[in-house]
Every structure is written in structure tokens, then in C-alpha cells.
């Protein structure tokens, strides 16, 4: 009898989460996010698209075990920070740097309940940064390491450096610019990019701009 309940408790949260996760409108969450802004809903959705569809393809040529549902909603989420951030140029009038866009889309997508979408959401910048990175360059984020870890947030974070939120948004970054802009961050930020580089390769090998 206690099996039983027990049982049927688990399925229904497995089937509640399964639930959740089939019905998440990442649309509406950009939208919230960016009231009353939609020149920058139309930016974030064009960049994002761009980066889902990437990481999906490289999943998918590279026969890699990825939670392809929850790959394609956290690539759509992981800009949901901007709105917050000081970026006039891409039409964000918030109030925070830039550079803090990561964990602002983190503390909205655990507000919303989310943890695990907030997690690739606070490891995208760059190739990731370490506490080190943070103090040595006196960045304003908290000093703890913001690395990409799981195979999904590292996917995310490769495949978001192909694209710009300030310019043609589905086309993508030479890799050879991407390798530059990395290291003008420092040493650690590229060598861990070439290390993201070769697990996942160049996704546009055969792409002439
Ligand atoms: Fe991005």
C-alpha cells in the first residue's frame, strides 16, 4: 500500500515536470521580460532562435546525448536578462552592466522556477568566468566561478558566440573573430573557447561570408 502511494506520488511529479517542461512558453517569458519593448523582444528572439538552432545542430550532426527539449528552451532563455541591463545600443534601458546580464536572466528564470535553465543563463558569458577572472578584471559579479559545466550549458555557451545581438542576427561570426574577441578577455577565457572549440568543432566550416 505504501509502495503503491509512494509510487503514484513520483509518477505524478514525473508527469507534472514532464508537463511543465512540454508547455513552457519561452516566447511569452521573453515577452514578460521586455514590457512594453518590443524592439528588443524582436532582438532577443532573432538571437536566440539563431543560437537554438545552432546548438540543436551541433547536437544532432555530433550524435550528442543532450536534453534536446530542455537544450532548445534554455538556448531560447538565456539572454531573458537584458531588459534589466544598460545597453542602449541593442535597446535595453535597464540599470545594471552589461556584463551582469548573465545571472540577472539567472535570478529571473529561478524566480520563476527554473534553476536549471538559470544555470546555463549565468555561464554564458565568454567561455564562462572564473572567481579569478572576476576580481583580476574588477567586474561586477559576484566572486565565484560562473563556468559552464553540463554538456547543455556548455553547448549554449559555444554556440551563442557565433552570434551578435547588434548586428545581421542570423548571420554567424567568422570563428577566427570569436577566437580574437576571446582572447582580448584573457588568457583563460580563450584557451577554455578552444577547449569548447574541439569538443564541439566548427560549425561552419564549409559557411563563406
Ligand atoms: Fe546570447
Redesign the pocket.
Known amino acids: 500500500m505504501i509502495r503503491g502511494c509512494c509510487h503514484s506520488a513520483t509518477s505524478l511529479i514525473i508527469l507534472r515536470d514532464y508537463y511543465l517542461l512540454m508547455t513552457l512558453d519561452t516566447t511569452s517569458l521573453l515577452e514578460k521580460y521586455t514590457p512594453g519593448n518590443p524592439a528588443l523582444l524582436e532582438i532577443l528572439l532573432g ?2 532562435r539563431a ?1 537554438r538552432d545552432l546548438a540543436l545542430r551541433i547536437a544532432a550532426e555530433k550524435g550528442l546525448p543532450v536534453d534536446r527539449q530542455f537544450l532548445a528552451e534554455a538556448a531560447m532563455l ?2 531573458i536578462g537584458v531588459g534589466e541591463c544598460d545597453a542602449p545600443s541593442i535597446k535595453c534601458f535597464g540599470s545594471a552592466p552589461y556584463i551582469c546580464h548573465g545571472i540577472e536572466g539567472a535570478r529571473i528564470l529561478r524566480a520563476e522556477g527554473l534553476p536549471r535553465h538559470a544555470r546555463v543563463a549565468e555561464r ?1 558569458t565568454g567561455s564562462g568566468l572564473t572567481a579569478e577572472e572576476i576580481k583580476e578584471r574588477n567586474l561586477p559579479l559576484p566572486q565565484q566561478d560562473f563556468l559552464p559545466e553540463t554538456l547543455e550549458e556548455r553547448l549554449i555557451c559555444y554556440a ?1 558566440k557565433f ?1 551578435s ?1 547588434s548586428r545581421a542576427l542570423n548571420t554567424p561570426k567568422p570563428i577566427e573573430k570569436i577566437r580574437a574577441q576571446m582572447e582580448a578577455h584573457g588568457a583563460g577565457v580563450a584557451t577554455r573557447f578552444l577547449a569548447l572549440e574541439n569538443e564541439f568543432g566548427n560549425p561552419f566550416e564549409d559557411f563563406i561570408p
Do not use: I, N, R
Request: aromatic share 12%.
Open positions: 538571437h536566440s543560437v538565456h539572454d554564458h551563442d552570434y545581438k
